[in-house]
Nanobody, 123 residues
């Protein structure tokens, strides 16, 4: 079974930066959108950012626009989430995901998920 493996989470002070990485452990087959989601305690999972495998399209949640950047390295078969200007509200478990759909932004559209990596922002 193909898995996505995230790395790069941790504890950071408010205003700091982290970069999350996501790579599949095997062949995910045809995929068109890679994304990042997050879930904070007591809250629903929410979309953070998405990118098409071609790199021609990206989308962000309003709450992270201008601070977070999603990118991918097709040679390394890896995608990233650069998070700058972190706030305490960004604290959550972050999940990467892959979808066979184009322009996917909803969790139900993604069929392959990572195990999650914890991001904690201290104020």
């Amino acid at each position: 079974q193909v898995q996505l493996v995230e790395s790069g989470g941790g504890l950071v002070q408010a205003g700091g930066s982290l970069r999350l990485s996501c790579a599949p452990s095997g062949d995910t087959g045809s995929r068109n959108t890679m994304g990042w989601f997050r879930q904070a305690p007591g809250k629903q999972r929410e979309f953070v950012a998405g990118i098409r495998w071609s790199g021609s399209w990206t989308d962000y949640a309003k709450s992270v626009e201008g601070r977070f950047t999603i990118s991918l390295d097709s040679d390394r078969n890896t995608w990233y989430l650069q998070m700058n200007g972190l706030k305490s509200d960004d604290s959550a478990i972050y999940y990467c995901a892959a979808s066979k759909e184009h322009f996917a932004t909803e969790g139900r559209q993604f069929d392959t998920w990572g195990q999650g990596t914890q991001v904690t922002v201290s104020s």
